[in-house]
DNA sequence: AGGATTTGACCAAT
DNA sequence: ATTGGTCAAATCCT
């Protein structure tokens, strides 16, 4: 088989897997501690201890992932351009182009399943809808919003492929060129680079929904449209954004290289739990992003961290 | 009015 | 011939 990684060492590789597994293996110990009914104060440094270790792995596999271009699942290709067959579409008007397109190949994927539609942070245009042989619902086709403007090639299929419990298939093709970052109202990370595990402030508006809402006018009621990105929401982290689409310039939205601070993450929120979604800004087109779930009751909050989705990424891949 | 979605048509792959 | 992926006019929403 061959590198799933090209133009990436294995060590690296290795190195944010190492790092999953050991925070998924902190996760389990935190969990021990939180499900133990009389803790005391010793449980809670050993918590808290614990938070501070899960946090590092964070870091440390982000470190990673943000200094490389990593590419994690599917068959590599050379260029987005490869992704396709040579189409056969000769004349240049408008009206004539209908029905020419360049039809994909095999093409890098990345499959996810998923019980409920999480936004994956991306602008999505739909562009089409198609009932499947043998399939009970129908499949949806979205492209980059920013495929015509920046040339974006990524694209997505989503298809609910059960009703009771839901389960969604969705199929990523291609990797986004876009610089435009996941839609986030406003996040403001204390990077626990600085060693104090106990100071990552999370600040997001909880108006603003990340769900999908259902569109009036989707003719699927099974299937749950995908919300439309704001410029406000992308202006709100990156005032600049827009400029910068207009300019073609091609660093102004990166981070600095290794700044967690600069991480985008998307939230969810419902009644008092909350998800954060944290993606490497030169990965998160591969689908590979940390989860972050913290549920608050009362006085007591608990932090949950998943590494099995990462892990799941990484499956199938010797170093 | 501008932008997003719907939906039938078109085309390539099988 | 059939099927899946894409295009683009029509329609809808904000």
Redesign the pocket.
Known sequence: MESPLPGNSSSDLKMVIEGLIRGREFTRRLKEIINKPLGGEVATIMAEGLVGKIMDSFSETLSVINSDDVRVVGTPSSSPEDNY?S??CKSST??D?????K??KTSETNIKESSDLVDDGHAW??????Q??HATYP?H?FRC?HKYVQKCQA?K?MQKIQDNPPLYRTTYYGHHTCRAFPRVSQIILDSPMDGDSNSVLLSFDQNVNHNYPL?????DPTFP??K?ETKDEVLNFYPKIEDQIQSSSSDYFLPAANDDRLTPATFEASGSHMTAVVLSPDVMSSGVYFSCTTTTSNDNLEIGIDFEECLCNFEGYSL
């Open positions: 067959s189409g056969s408008l009206k182009r209908r029905g020419c397109y039809r994909r245009r739909k562009y089409g809808q198609k499947i042989l499949r086709y919003t694209s299929q569109n009036s006018y989707n003719n449209s995908i439309q």
